[in-house]
């Protein structure tokens, strides 16, 4: 179900008849009257979404709302287009499922923990951006993660390949009883430039990398942490098993990563992941840096993103 070359080249033909590309693979939309995004509290009826998403060329999502604001802030600051310690309106206000910010270009979406939440919150961001007529958008996740193998604490992972627990470049769903497996592969030459980005800053320490995707925090399909409410293994067992997802090129743990690829790739939409890790796994589980330590770590992949963008826009005008 991925757009093989010639459709993309069919696609990329239409857009420039069009003004814009369909994000979309879906066509029963067109035939219903609204289309509601019930978890953003939006609507095709309800708001005039070109007049008010149309710009938007950037969209950052990430599992906290604090996050997501407090990156819409720092980019207001960074882009000259707002004051960095302004209130910032919800577009999702009147639901508690996720959050929504926007300043000139760039859009800033929750997005919730884990493959459930992230997956709703894209189908409904997808055909946003698909109603609103946006073209050429980049998505970025940034988040944290679990470093593997000789990462420092606080090294950013630009992902190459979203893994499952067996190592494998797929997302697994199943739909209608069937199993569907669909690619896991981000946008090389976005991870490049993020890198390059990265080198300019020469501030913290950042790799390309696979990620590891899980559907738990604690033991399930790869985490292998010990200090959950149950585990059936031992540390010899989670350690033998964290050193053979190095050896496949595994270098951070996180739970969002492979449906966020799969989509981004399904939609033709520009994709990537940038996660900072809070600890090596290796050496522990649980998170003991002060809560400081822990804070500026988390502000890295936004810092990062941050100049990703503004390099862009000065490129582009």
Not at 198 to 223: A, H, P, R
Request: hydrophobic share 35%; with cysteine; aromatic share 8%.
């Amino acid at each position: 179900l991925t757009r093989t070359k010639a459709q993309r080249i069919k696609e990329d033909q239409s857009n420039d008849l069009h003004g814009h590309p369909s994000y979309v693979l879906n066509p029963h939309l067109s035939t219903i009257k609204e289309d509601i995004l019930y978890h953003f509290n939006l609507g095709t009826a309800s708001h005039d979404l070109p007049a008010m998403f149309g710009d938007v060329k950037f969209v950052c999502v990430g599992g906290s709302p604090w996050r997501m604001k407090s990156f819409i802030q720092y980019i207001a600051g960074e882009l000259g287009l707002g004051d960095p310690k302004a209130e910032y309106p919800n577009f999702c206000e009147g639901t508690d499922r996720y959050c929504m910010y926007k300043v000139g270009p760039v859009l800033s979406v929750s997005h919730g923990m884990g493959i459930p939440s992230i997956a709703i919150m894209l189908h409904e961001l997808i055909k946003l951006l698909h109603h609103a007529k946006c073209s050429n958008v980049t998505v970025v996740r940034i988040g944290t993660s679990g470093g593997i193998g000789g990462l420092e604490p606080g090294t950013v992972v630009v992902t190459k390949q979203s893994v499952d627990a067996k190592f494998q470049p797929q997302f697994e769903q199943v739909i209608l009883g069937k199993t569907v497996i669909r690619p896991t592969d981000l946008d090389e030459e976005l991870a490049q430039e993020l890198l390059q980005c990265s080198k300019e800053i020469d501030e913290f320490n950042t790799v390309i990398g696979n990620t590891m995707c899980t559907l738990d925090f604690y033991e399930e399909t790869g985490q292998a942490r010990l200090d959950g409410a149950f585990c059936s293994y031992s540390e010899k067992d989670k350690l033998n098993y964290l050193n053979e997802a190095y050896s496949a090129g595994v270098r951070n743990i996180e739970m969002e990563s492979s449906v966020f690829a799969s989509m981004c790739k399904l939609s033709g939409l520009r994709g990537a992941v940038v996660c900072v890790t809070l600890l090596n796994r290796l050496e522990g589980d649980q998170l003991t840096s002060p809560h400081e330590v822990l804070v500026n770590y988390q502000l890295r992949p936004q810092k990062l993103v941050g100049y990703f963008i503004k390099k862009q826009l000065q490129k582009s005008n």
